[in-house]
């Protein structure tokens, strides 16, 4: 497809299991981000790759959360041990130009977001 | 860092002007941005201004920026039913221009 995808659109999972989720973003999108957005509230950045490397990981909240990008396409966001405060939307975005290697800002595309509810 | 706020919620009848507000802390943002979010949806980028312009005008939108009080506005004309929808600004921040995003405005759109 053309946009950003992202799977699953649904996750519900027990308190203390791991999660993965995926985001493929747009062919050739240099860029990607990940934010997570709570209820009644705007996105907030979590983690930027630039192609397979990850430059910025300062949002995400605690050494539960990590992610990975290892062919610069698709990205795997991964939280361990869940815990029922990580239930949230999760938004993955890309955007065509290396926000390192160029001044200037690029249009962020969005996918759809998984929605991860912890019982 | 960045804060960006917004009032939470706007209704106007069909037809009317809507103007969603937004007031932000860090002057250093090069871009502003405008993001729609419908229900089910992902965020749908409408407009964006340059932080040199004072205005951008786009079909129905227009987008108002004060450098002076840090005041972005987003005007919609002739609003419709189907622009109900919650309305993000967001600013960029730092060196690998993440979105710092406002709290959102709902709008309410009356037939």
């Known amino acids: 497809g053309a946009g950003v995808s992202q799977s699953p659109r649904y996750k519900v999972t027990k308190r203390g299991q791991d999660v993965a989720l995926r985001c493929d973003p747009i062919?050739?999108?240099?860029?990607l981000y990940w934010y997570r957005q709570a209820l009644g509230q705007g996105p907030e950045f979590l983690t930027y790759?630039?192609?397979?490397?990850?430059?910025?990981k300062s949002g995400l909240p605690n050494d539960r959360f990590s992610a990975e990008r290892p062919e610069g396409s698709i990205s795997t966001l991964t939280i361990q041990r869940t815990e029922q405060r990580d239930s949230a939307m999760y938004r993955c975005?890309?955007?065509?130009?290396?926000?390192?290697?160029?001044?200037?800002?690029?249009?962020?595309?969005f996918g759809p977001g998984t929605r991860l509810t912890v019982l | 860092g960045e804060d960006v706020e917004q009032s939470l919620f706007l209704s106007v009848r069909e037809g009317d002007s809507s103007v969603i507000n937004c007031t932000y802390t860090?002057?250093?943002?090069?871009?502003l941005y405008w993001y729609k979010q419908e229900p089910g949806a992902g965020l749908q980028l409408l407009t964006y201004?340059?932080?040199?312009?004072d205005m951008k005008q786009d079909q129905r939108l227009t987008v108002l920026l004060n450098k002076k009080d840090k005041h972005l506005s987003l005007r919609i004309a002739d609003t419709q039913t189907g622009d109900s929808a919650i309305y993000f600004c967001?600013?960029?921040?730092?060196?690998?221009?993440?979105?710092?995003f406002g709290t959102g405005t709902l709008l309410a759109v009356q037939p």
């Open positions: 975005a890309s955007s065509l130009v290396s926000a390192v290697d160029m001044t200037g800002t690029d249009t962020q595309y």
């Open positions: 062919s050739g999108h240099v860029s």
């Open positions: 790759f630039n192609y397979e490397a990850q430059q910025d």
């Open positions: 860090d002057s250093s943002s090069t871009y």
């Open positions: 201004i340059f932080s040199n312009m």
């Open positions: 967001a600013g960029v921040g730092g060196a690998t221009n993440k979105l710092i």
